[in-house]
């Protein structure tokens, strides 16, 4: 079982960068898929982006590409979601996750990770 604790949210202009962080508790971390996923008020879960148990591969919504970054250091058991350029339609709670699943595609639908951090909020000001 891993644990991950978000941290790095807050508020912040639009137009203006943050970065999240996720730190995984356990020895596993290098064998887990990371993705980060956002909850606006009153509406689902969307998944953000997502990377491979190396960091070789990401994938990324389309509202988000171009804007956030998704990274990790095996070695600090964290993975980390640097966003730039932040709009008021990006405030929402972030919530790291990670998978154990093997496969050739990167996950990217919630019921696809195993382990979910308590989120932490970002809030973007017009």
């Known amino acids: 079982q891993v644990q991950l604790v978000e941290s790095g949210g807050g508020l912040v202009q639009a137009g203006g960068s943050l970065r999240l962080s996720c730190a995984a508790s356990?020895?596993?971390?290098?064998?887990?898929?990371m993705g980060w996923f956002r909850q606006a008020p009153g509406s689902e879960r969307e998944f953000v982006g997502a990377?491979?148990?190396?960091?070789?591969?990401?994938v990324y919504a389309r509202s988000v590409k171009g804007r956030f970054t998704i990274s990790r250091d095996n070695a600090k058991n964290t993975v980390y979601l640097q966003m730039n350029s932040l709009k008021p339609e990006d405030t929402a709670v972030y919530y790291c996750?990670?998978?154990?699943?093997?496969?050739?595609?990167?996950?990217?639908?919630?019921?696809?990770?195993?382990?979910w951090g308590q989120g932490t909020q970002v809030t973007v000001s017009s």
């Open positions: 990377m491979s148990r190396s960091g070789g591969s990401t």
């Open positions: 996750a990670a998978s154990w699943r093997v496969g050739v595609n990167l996950p990217t639908s919630s019921y696809e990770y195993d382990e």
């Open positions: 356990g020895r596993t971390f290098s064998s887990l898929a």
